[in-house]
């Protein structure tokens, strides 16, 4: 080697010691400020270290951490694969790419990238705990059982772990495995406030009241707080028939999770919810129903629209700025005005209704379905409208513009639990044994699409509208397509019951020659169903009104079928 060459060579082994010594820098300063929360400050530096070492596995993966932070997801997924690729056996790597993908609904990713963090380190707690809850959304249920016992044989002492093995088993249908899981999560942790629920819950499936009551009143004595304990009472209460007491347990539930004037964060709202909140603020107003205190908020209202409509008229969602948002908090997350629908002396359903023909036909349909016509009395039709009018309970925001509203969200009311028990009991062949464990309202907007092909976990569904048929602008459509083929059973919750596996529903119900059965929209008219049953909202072409907005109800009963 000659002089020159020498001096090359020292010159660039100066280089990358002086490119070591910044690096070294940057990282120390980085750690310093994701340390202190200080997450962009952070990211900047590792952006810089990645600029000089593109293989600086932790500065990658810290980095994809702060994407998924800030909600970033896609960027966190490309990110952690970068690290992983520099460092491949770094079990943290894929831990959190596991995390990250699940979170993105990527479960197959996840389910690889869990396995690979407890293949580098079989004593991994966190790394089989997770894979345990995704086999459990799975319905894999004996794997996900497995993978919490090897986690509980690594960490005795966690009630989380003993608690979500209790859930598996409660799945597998060993209900005294599942008790004794949950006693021992108990013993470790006598405040574990989600055990105590879902003791309560195995308690109250298998017709134990007391002791189910027993278990919700715990919990909600150690967090009055916690929304769910506030739920399962008032839903215990509608079993037991104890209506009026159910109403006040699931408006107590209802208002911890929406009664709070908390700013609306992150900004991003939907469209089809500006529209109608404007709507129904004007309609409150006007009837006086609210104060003119209100007129600044729907004047908030009205801007945030016309800003959306502008900006992007075609779009779902709408990103507000800090202080639109910060206006529209106040009354936004609230629940201004709940009304009431009272339970009725008379009876909530049409004392005319053929119950023996109707039940004859349900016993007579492979699989189950039909319509009923003019399900509820006047009465109970006209009491049961104004309150989904009246109420400010539309909190749930869907991607194609409807909004919905659950019994724990503020449409628990007492007259609602009275129709679902008389159906019940008027009706014992179609609903056997069954009670009610969900119902919900719909209100869909006439210019966007209804709910999507999907199936429920329940044995027994009940839909019914109540929004006037002159409203209906097409009299042969606007109701619900059912179509005869069941949901596999192997097939999970996500599986089933989501729109982004529309393709896949759509594929079996090909392959398997499944035949579609229109009802037509009428008001009034009840469709109940075998809950396996894949169904979706039919095209929609009401009124753009407030008043002519399709107003749909669901009861659910029971639960689907295990085998």
């Known amino acids: 080697m000659n002089r020159n060459e020498r001096r090359a060579q020292e010159k660039r082994q100066r280089a990358v010691g002086r490119s070591g010594d910044r690096i070294q820098q940057a990282w120390l300063e980085a750690r310093a400020h994701h340390g202190a929360g200080r997450l962009a400050e952070a990211a900047d530096l590792y952006q810089r270290i990645l600029e000089e070492d593109p293989h600086h596995a932790e500065a990658a993966h810290l980095l994809g951490l702060i994407a998924y932070r800030m909600g970033r997801l896609t960027e966190a997924v490309e990110l952690i694969q970068t690290a992983i690729d520099s460092a491949p056996r770094q079990p943290a790597y894929h831990f959190n790419l596991g995390v990250v993908s699940q979170k993105q609904g990527a ?43 090897r986690a509980i044989a690594l960490s005795a002492e966690s009630p ?45 499936e298998a017709g134990h009241y007391d002791e189910a009551r027993a278990c919700f009143e715990q919990a909600r004595r150690a967090d009055p707080t916690q929304w769910k304990s506030h739920y399962n009472l ?32 992150p900004s991003l709202v939907s469209c089809a919810r500006l529209k109608h909140d404007e709507e129904q603020i004007a309609y409150l107003v006007d009837r006086g129903l609210l104060g003119q205190g209100q007129l600044s908020y ?51 359903l049409n004392p005319s209704l053929d119950v023996q023909a109707v039940e004859a036909q349900w016993l007579a349909k ?33 991607e194609n513009g409807y909004l919905g509203a659950f019994i724990g969200d503020g449409f628990g009311t007492p007259l609602l639990f ?35 092909m999907h199936a429920d976990a329940a044995a027994v569904n009940v839909n019914f509208w109540v929004t006037p048929d002159e409203a209906n602008l097409d009299p042969e459509s606007g109701g619900l397509l059912v179509w005869d083929k069941e949901a596999p059973l192997e097939w999970n919750f996500k599986e089933y019951n989501s729109e982004k596996n529309r393709a896949k529903i759509r594929a079996f119900l090909d392959q398997t020659g499944a035949r579609m059965v229109r009802v037509p929209y009428r008001c009034n008219r009840a469709v109940i169903f075998n809950s396996d049953l894949f169904h979706e909202t039919d095209d929609v072409r009401f009124r753009d009104t407030y008043l002519s907005r399709r107003i749909n109800i669901t009861l659910l009963y029971g639960f689907r079928a295990k085998e």
């Open 107 to 149: 479960l197959d990713l996840a389910e690889h990238a869990y396995r690979k963090a407890v293949d580098l380190h079989p004593r991994y707690v966190e790394a089989l705990s997770n894979l345990g809850n995704l086999l459990r959304d799975k319905a894999r249920y004996p794997e996900a059982e497995e993978c919490y016992r």
């Open 160 to 204: 989380d772990l003993r608690n979500n093995l209790g859930v598996v088993l409660k799945e597998l249908g060993r209900a005294t495995d599942a008790q004794a899981s949950y006693e021992h999560a108990l013993r470790l942790n006598p405040d574990h406030l989600e055990t105590r629920n879902n003791l309560g819950l195995l308690w109250m």
């Open 234 to 265: 008032g839903l215990l209460a509608v079993w037991q028939g104890r209506h009026d007491e159910a109403a006040r347990a699931l408006e107590a539930s209802a208002r911890l999770k929406h009664d709070h004037g908390r700013a609306v964060r």
């Open 298 to 348: 729907l004047d908030a209202l009205r801007r945030a629209r016309a800003a959306a409509d502008t900006a992007s008229p075609t779009e779902t969602w709408v990103r507000l700025a800090p202080q639109e948002a910060d206006v529209l908090a106040s009354s936004w997350n609230r629940l201004l005005y709940l009304g009431n629908a009272p339970r009725l002396a008379g009876g909530a």
């Open 366 to 398: 492979r699989p189950e379905i039909l319509y009923v016509d003019h399900l509820l009395s006047d009465e109970a039709l006209t009491s049961l409208r104004r309150f989904c009018l009246e109420a400010t309970i539309w909190k749930k925001e869907y």
């Open 418 to 452: 009275q129709i679902a028990e008389e159906l019940r009991t008027r009706f014992p062949r179609i609903f056997k044994d069954h009670r009610l464990t969900q119902s919900w309202s719909f209100k869909h907007d006439s210019a966007r699409r209804g709910l999507g």
